[in-house]
């Protein structure tokens, strides 16, 4: 078994900052990828941040500039540091793991419960 726990999230007005956070906990051998996507209503899930087991990162670009990802492998958790938020930044967040249960296993993607930003003007 493999568990996500997300938090972070909240209300927020413009121009301000929020640090969403997801533990990753279980039955994990490696983590590969990490990353948060969003979910506006109405809106196709997008991805916004990635992170890979080497520390590449890459960015929508909406939020190039604003938000910073990292992770802590000792702890399996990834982060999110969210600065000068939008509007248009409110949606719910979903993290995702890309994890190896055992050696020479297949890498299973895992998300996280989701949180809710809502950025108020």
């Known amino acids: 078994q493999v568990q996500l726990v997300e938090s972070g999230g909240g209300l927020v007005q413009a121009g301000g900052s929020l640090r969403l956070s997801c533990a990753a906990s279980?039955?994990?051998?490696?983590?590969?990828?990490m990353g948060w996507y969003r979910q506006a209503p109405g809106n196709r899930r997008e991805l916004v941040a990635g992170?890979?087991?080497?520390?590449?990162?890459m960015y929508v670009e909406s939020v190039k500039g604003r938000f910073a990802i990292s992770r802590d492998n000792a702890k399996n958790t990834i982060y999110l540091q969210m600065n000068s938020l939008k509007s248009e930044d409110t949606a719910v967040y979903y993290c995702y793991v890309d994890i190896k249960k055992y050696d020479f296993g297949p890498v299973q993607t895992y998300w996280g419960q989701g949180t809710q930003v809502t950025v108020s003007t």
């Open positions: 279980g039955s994990i051998f490696s983590i590969n990828n």
């Open positions: 992170i890979t087991s080497g520390g590449s990162t």
